[in-house]
T-cell receptor
């Protein structure tokens, strides 16, 4: 089993839709979690950190469920510019054990 | 625009060549990283530098040789690479090499080995 797993998609959604991605991790000692987005042929860009209490940034909401070992990203009112690959990033007990999930591809359609 | 600058943007080299990738950041970050990313795959960590010292080498072949001349610069020296080394090489930095410090990426060097 991979250490970090994501549904690869692709998710094809109409503009204005709400879409949710999940990411599961296998190591219960994992400490820090982030969502990055990566556009085609571009570098990953930090979207948001994920906190235990959940956090929101505009149209984006991130949740962490330590008991079930998953994190989620909810995007409301999808825009065309949200089309990208969304990467879940998990830090284990030390900074050197940073693991990227395989990514989930999102296409927002007019 | 990214605050982590990588040069060159593209590099084509033969298997016998020696070249270097460069990365620079002026955010005062004390941790810098090299990643390798193949098409449609997530980035894979190669090296971690913390306070200019190599902290982690993720079992990377010796044909890749990192160097951190100072806190703002990170180089990756390449020698005798193989065609399978063709990939996007990403540099990243963070305030500290510790948890809860997100990494900021440069836009990468696209490397092709002939």
């Amino acid at each position: 089993r991979k250490e970090v797993e994501q549904d690869p998609g692709p998710f094809n959604v109409p503009e204005g839709a709400t879409v949710a991605f999940n990411c599961t991790y296998s190591n219960s000692a994992s400490q820090s979690f982030f969502w990055y987005r990566q556009d085609c042929r571009k570098e990953p860009k930090l979207l948001m950190s994920v906190y235990s209490s959940g956090n929101e940034d505009g149209r984006f909401t991130a949740q962490l469920n330590r008991a079930s070992q998953y994190i989620s990203l909810l995007i409301r009112d999808s825009k065309l510019s949200d089309s990208a690959t969304y990467l879940c990033v998990v830090f284990k007990t030390s900074y050197d054990k940073v693991i990227f999930g395989p990514g989930t591809s999102l296409s927002v359609i007019p | 625009d990214t605050e982590v600058t990588q040069t060159p943007k593209h590099l084509v080299m033969g298997m016998t060549n020696k070249k270097s990738l460069k990365c620079e950041q002026h955010m005062g970050h004390r941790a810098m990283y090299w990643y390798k990313q193949k098409a449609k795959k997530p980035p894979e960590l190669m090296f971690v530098y913390s306070y200019e010292k190599l902290s982690i080498n993720e079992s990377v072949p010796s044909r890749f040789s990192p160097e951190c001349p100072n806190s703002s610069l990170l180089n990756l020296h390449l020698h005798a690479l193989q065609p399978e080394d063709s990939a996007l090489y990403l540099c990243a930095s963070s305030k500290e090499a510790s948890l809860n410090q997100p990494q900021h990426f440069g836009d990468g060097t696209r490397l092709s080995i002939l």
